[in-house]
């Protein structure tokens, strides 16, 4: 009775005329899954290893990065709000692809006292300066600026050049700063 008409149930779904068909199939079926499964994964990771990163010329290798003592960041981002924040972000996220484990100073994600910007200044390695219009009329980024030149810190410029985002041609940045000390450090000469 009940049994014989299960069987014919399942034969008529599935084609299949015993139960160890069907488990057979299903086995079968879950094997194949899984070894989809294990190829996404592969698959996955070959991606993920391909993200472009900085390499030495002669080795072929990451950079170590190394933070000199009492340093926390091998770089500080100096950028104007008003028109350098998104392409601070950008650099900032780039430089984490391009460098893994790299340390950057951010204002967003690591102020925690204005107050303090001198010392954040001194525990970082490198300081870039995004220059862009404002950024040497503001109070906050002269600080960093003096801050950096009186540490001896290596300062790296990176200019804005598009006037629709804020940019302008380095002259007229450079025309910005109304300390000549302060442009001459950044700039060089007179």
């Known amino acids: 009775?009940?049994?014989?008409e299960g069987?014919?149930?399942?034969e008529a779904i599935t084609g299949m005329r015993s139960p160890n068909g069907i488990l057979l199939f299903l086995l079968v079926l879950t094997a194949?899954?899984?070894l989809l499964f294990i190829v996404g994964g592969v698959v996955g990771l070959r991606r993920i290893a391909g993200v472009p990163t900085i390499r030495l010329s002669r080795t072929g290798q990451r950079p170590e990065l190394s933070l000199h003592?009492?340093?926390l960041w091998h770089l500080f981002n100096s950028h104007i709000w008003s028109t350098?924040?998104?392409?601070?972000a950008a650099i900032?996220?780039?430089?984490?692809?391009l460098l893994p484990g790299i340390n950057v100073f951010l204002d967003?994600?690591?102020l925690e006292d204005i107050g303090a910007l001198e010392t954040y200044?001194?525990?970082s390695q490198l300081i870039l300066c995004f220059l862009s219009r404002g950024y040497l009329r503001s109070a906050n980024c002269l600080r960093e600026v003096c801050a950096a030149l009186d540490q001896g810190k290596a300062i790296v410029l990176v200019q804005e050049a598009d006037p629709a985002k804020g940019g302008g041609s380095l002259p007229e940045l450079r025309a910005e700063c109304e300390i000549e000390e302060v442009a001459a450090g950044l700039f060089g000469g007179g």
């Open 108 to 110: 967003v994600d690591d």
């Open 69 to 71: 003592r009492g340093v």
């Open 92 to 97: 900032k996220k780039e430089l984490q692809l």
């Open 121 to 123: 200044i001194r525990q």
């Open 7 to 10: 069987q014919s149930d399942a």
């Open 32 to 34: 194949v899954l899984l």
């Open 1 to 4: 009775g009940g049994e014989e």
């Open 84 to 88: 350098g924040q998104d392409a601070a």
